[in-house]
């Protein structure tokens, strides 16, 4: 349960903080400057956009993992049946973009209908951002992310399960939602300030966009000390309480052997 | 509407300078930040978007008269995803280096609104010839805008141009431009360069008004409010 806690910590940390969707990536990009004018619209759209995600997500890891990953189990089972005796191993992995568009394009539909039909207030909080995000690439993204961690050549334990997905997909959604909450904060201030002609609208957005992912390319590096600091917790606050003060930043006891081997 | 639609001509300098997708419909900017941390990059990734552009153009010019509205955009992304795939097939075949480098960027071309919105405005209207000389347009356009963030980037982020040499050892590799701010900050900047450069109102003698700007000196206004 713990190590499970451990999994979803690192994970959001990781995915939401340091490989933040638009800092890092550069993906969702179109949201994040045509919707980032006032904070409540860009909840919205994040919200709408962590909804969607989370349920693509999960349903091309259920089409990867079952039909079209190199040997899934649904289309070999069903080659063996119409060749027995065959060994050649079923690969529809060339059909991956065309379905996961596919899948996004109804993911999207059937929320927007889901939602309209049980929670109308709901439905209209998110007004037109719903249809607009089949054409977000920010789901396609994590949909491909999904497929790089399904298959015969990942490692046994890299594979990602459904719920790893899941967690990887709202984690996405949120690094997502705090970028563009962000941005609009400063775009409302934006409204009052002196901006040059030539700059006015996309262009000192983008420039803001570059300082704030400056702001967040401080934080690389944080989820392997985290990760250092799961691995071995024990040892770790015995390191940490002993510490000499130059070793104080590497509580991996290999990592501060291998810096005064340096030294 | 049907008479007023751009002959090919005018649809292919449009899509290179006044329409151009890059720097005046400011569409598409996902793989344009992501892939312009060098020019090899760049170019691959304007060679993948021109080849499903015509690609696209050609087949969706022919099936225009099938298209009922209510799916369009469906046709539309499949056709794109179609194609894409082809692309991506064809990057790993014969520059395989390259596609490890672009992973997911490529793939997300399905998704780029340049293509999806070409095929609304032009593709699904006019028939064959305006579509590819549209297609042609807006892919230089493209080409152009990646090339020019590129060039700055890698320039300036490393001191070479496409791989090879341009500042000398003695440059101090400005690496923040080559890493993700940079990519930001320079699109930015030159959205202002190119906004301010054709600027109509902004008259003082266009290649230096800029310079001027940025030196920090005030621009001659006509003194007609003053008085």
């Given at each position: 349960m713990l190590d499970y806690l451990r999994i979803i910590i690192l994970m959001a940390v990781s995915t939401a903080l340091i490989n933040n969707m638009i800092f890092h990536y550069f993906v969702g990009l179109c949201p994040f400057i045509g919707v980032s004018r006032r904070v409540d619209m860009a909840f919205g759209m994040g919200m709408a956009v962590?909804?969607?995600?989370?349920?693509?997500?999960?349903?091309?890891?259920?089409?990867?993992y079952y039909i079209t990953s190199p040997g899934a189990p649904l289309s070999q089972a069903i080659y063996n049946l119409v060749y027995p005796g065959s060994t050649t191993l079923v690969d529809l992995s060339i059909l991956n973009y065309v379905v996961y568009i596919f899948l996004i394009a109804s993911a999207v539909?059937?929320?927007e209908m889901y939602?309209?039909?049980f929670f109308p207030p709901l439905y209209k909080a998110f007004g037109v951002f719903l249809p607009l995000i089949t054409t977000n690439c920010l789901i396609l993204f994590v949909c491909l992310e999904v497929a790089k961690h399904i298959g015969p050549e990942v490692a046994r334990d890299a594979l990602w399960r459904l719920d790893h997905t899941m967690i990887y997909a709202i984690t996405a959604g949120l690094g997502f939602t705090i970028a563009i909450v962000i941005m609009a904060g400063i775009r409302e201030e934006l409204d009052h300030a002196d901006v040059p002609r030539a700059l006015r609208g996309p262009g000192i957005t983008l420039v803001i966009t570059g300082i704030l992912?400056?702001?967040?390319?401080?934080?690389?590096?944080?989820?392997?000390k985290l990760a250092d600091l799961f691995a071995?917790?024990?040892?770790?606050?015995?390191?940490?309480?002993?510490?000499?003060?130059?070793?104080?930043?590497?509580?991996?006891p290999a990592a501060r052997a291998a810096n005064q081997d340096a030294k | 509407m049907a008479n007023a639609l751009p002959t090919v001509g005018q649809r292919f300098t449009n899509g290179l300078f006044s329409e151009n997708p890059t720097f005046r419909q400011i569409l598409g900017i996902c793989p344009t930040l992501a892939v312009t941390y060098s020019v090899a990059s760049a170019l691959t990734m304007a060679g993948a978007v021109t080849f499903v552009l015509v690609c696209s153009a050609i087949l969706i010019s022919q099936i225009r008269h099938l298209l009922k509205p209510h799916l369009r955009i469906l046709v539309f992304t499949l056709t794109i995803a179609v194609f894409v795939t082809i692309a991506d097939r064809l990057v790993a075949a014969f520059l395989y280096d390259m596609s490890k480098q672009l992973g997911p960027y490529i793939p997300l071309i399905i998704v780029n609104c340049i293509i999806i919105a070409r095929c609304e405005i032009c593709f699904s209207k006019q028939g064959l010839v305006p579509a590819i000389g549209d297609a042609l347009g807006q892919a230089g356009g493209h080409t152009l805008g990646l090339l020019a963030i590129a060039s700055t980037r890698e320039i300036l982020g490393k001191g070479t141009w496409g791989g090879m040499s341009v500042l000398g050892d003695s440059w101090p590799a400005w690496g923040v431009l080559a890493a993700a701010p940079g990519a930001f900050l320079t699109l930015g900047l030159l959205l202002a360069l190119v906004n301010h450069l054709t600027d109509k109102q902004a008259k003082p003698m266009w290649p230096f008004g800029a310079l001027f700007n940025l030196l920090g000196r005030k621009r001659q206004v006509a003194p007609v409010r003053e008085k």
């Open positions: 962590m909804f969607v995600v989370t349920v693509a997500a999960s349903l091309s890891w259920t089409v990867t539909q059937l929320v939602v309209r039909k992912a400056l702001a967040f390319m401080g934080l690389l590096g944080m989820d392997r071995k917790p024990a040892e770790n606050t015995a390191t940490r309480l002993v510490a000499s003060p130059d070793a104080a930043g590497q509580p991996n | -």
